[in-house]
């Protein structure tokens, strides 16, 4: 079997290559621009970013895997192999990581981190009262899947009360479940830390702007990891500016890399992250990989397949 990769740079071959001969060897695993491997060859494909075009210059390709949990950066391509799987990043690793990051970034806000790292960064002793413990912050979560369910599981293990909105309602322990736009204002109404985890999709960009941030309780946070689509950015802003919100933590954008003159990367409410939140080593997404490509070759459901009718 023939797994072409594009993730990490041409740098990373080698090191995909041994993470996939432990996963499973008898993948074999080649650079997407190596000339040696004939298009005809080709059965798989991990990418990220790939060129208008390519995959579907590989005839013989069975199944395309994102290397990140977005797959928007596939589907822009007009040309894209539609009747393929195409299978976006996941297990339990991923869904670790983006647990551990939420709950960083919920006690950073809670704690007020970038307060005392703007005091550090001036040799300043600046001391600040913390008025709340996790127990008295609300945490909701816009996105229960595998990464929001984990997420919750976690902030919960630390004393965040939690509550969850998606599209259909969903039964997880200790979770204040709500559904659908009909309920969509009670649930930010309860809201001291905003974590959006939600797929992108047509109806998902710009849901977190001006008329929704008011919706919050004064003072509330905001975090997102889930696609820079969703926030606009200039209503954030003005609600940090204003008041209104009191810190935001922020691991993805609508141009990546985050351009130098964005005010995101100096505002004193906010934490930027390098798109990482979930990110998952390579030895854990080629086992991933080697393990949906398995259940493929034996004919089993594929887990993470993208569904162009919900867009994700």
């Given amino acids: 079997m023939k797994l072409l990769v594009k993730s990490g740079g041409r740098g990373a071959v080698a090191e995909w290559q041994e993470c996939f001969r432990k996963a499973d060897p008898r993948i074999s695993v080649h650079w997407w621009e190596d000339e040696g491997v004939a298009p005809e060859a080709v059965d798989y494909a991990l990418v990220w970013d790939p060129r208008p075009g390519w995959l579907a210059s590989l005839p013989n390709l069975k199944m395309v895997f994102s290397s990140g949990a977005g797959v928007e950066h596939i589907t822009r391509?007009?040309?894209?192999?539609?009747?393929?799987?195409?299978?976006?990043?996941?297990?339990?690793?991923?869904?670790?990581?983006?647990?551990?990051y939420i709950a960083w970034a919920c006690l950073s806000l809670l704690r007020e981190t970038r307060h005392f790292a703007l005091g550090q960064a001036a040799a300043e002793w600046r001391h600040k009262a913390n008025p709340f413990a996790a127990t008295e912050r609300r945490v909701g979560i816009m996105g229960l899947g595998n990464l929001g369910s984990r997420a919750a599981a976690m902030l919960q293990g630390l004393g965040f009360p939690v509550r969850g909105w998606s599209r259909s309602r969903k039964n997880l322990p200790g979770v204040v479940s709500y559904a659908g736009a009909d309920e969509?204002?009670?649930?930010?109404?309860?809201t001291d830390i905003l974590v959006c985890l939600l797929p992108s999709t047509p109806e998902t960009a710009g849901l977190i702007d001006g008329r929704l941030l008011a919706k919050l309780p004064p003072g509330a946070d905001v975090v997102n990891a889930g696609r820079g689509s969703h926030l606009v950015?200039?209503?954030?802003?003005?609600?940090?500016?204003?008041?209104?919100?009191?810190?935001?933590?922020?691991?993805?954008?609508?141009?990546?890399?985050?351009?130098?003159?964005?005010?995101?990367?100096?505002?004193?409410?906010?934490?930027?992250?390098?798109?990482?939140?979930?990110?998952?080593?390579?030895?854990?997404?080629?086992?991933?990989?080697?393990?949906?490509?398995?259940?493929?070759?034996?004919?089993?459901?594929?887990?993470?397949r993208y569904d162009p009718i919900r867009g994700y």
Avoid: C
């Fill in 77 to 100: 391509d007009p040309g894209w192999p539609r009747h393929l799987p195409l299978i976006r990043m996941g297990g339990p690793e991923t869904d670790q990581r983006m647990g551990e």
């Fill in 233 to 304: 950015v200039a209503d954030l802003l003005a609600a940090l500016d204003s008041g209104h919100l009191g810190g935001a933590v922020l691991d993805v954008f609508e141009e990546e890399p985050l351009p130098a003159a964005s005010p995101l990367w100096s505002h004193p409410k906010v934490i930027v992250t390098p798109h990482v939140a979930s990110e998952a080593s390579r030895q854990g997404r080629a086992g991933y990989v080697a393990g949906v490509i398995a259940d493929f070759e034996a004919g089993r459901p594929l887990p993470n």
């Fill in 184 to 190: 969509l204002a009670e649930f930010l109404a309860g």
